[in-house]
């Protein structure tokens, strides 16, 4: 019993270092929201923007590093990263700790891994409050958490 239960965490630790090597996450502490897309990444990116403008986001920018990648003669998978935010929170997160607007606005990055499976990555207000330990921003962490799931969850389903 013990070596079975030795191999099954020996082949957990390693699909999780493949998953690790796909998506460039070394780190479960790395603050990243990683969930599967059934759509293509420009399908998942034009979703994310349909619905982060149905709750009133901006959209800051689109960047196909695809796109860009042929520019300089590299062939890379379809990645797609979008920029959005709808100014509620982050204002107030800011000002409490300037350097949190490294991470904002919000950023979701669809990405097609070598097998051809399509993810969704983002981190949220929570990751930020954590990583700027922003003072008396619990009020404005909720709002962005409860903005972007919806935003995602739309554009995944």
Known sequence: MKTLL?????????????????SGLLDNGAGIVTKPSKYS?????????????????????RIDYQQMSKKVKVDIPPNELIIFG??????????????????????????EDSQGNVWLSYINGSYIDK??????????????DETVEKIISEALK
């Open 6 to 22: 030795s191999v099954a965490a020996l082949v957990l630790s390693l699909s999780s270092l493949v998953f690790a090597d796909e």
């Open 86 to 111: 709808r100014g509620a929170g982050a204002p107030f997160m800011i000002k409490e700790a300037p350097l949190a607007g490294i991470d904002l606005p919000i950023k979701a990055i669809a990405w």
């Open 131 to 144: 990583r700027y330990s922003v003072k008396g921003a619990a009020k404005y962490v909720a709002i962005i």
């Open 41 to 61: 990444v420009k399908e998942t990116i034009d979703r994310v923007e349909a619905a982060a403008k149905g709750v009133g986001a901006n959209i800051f920018n």
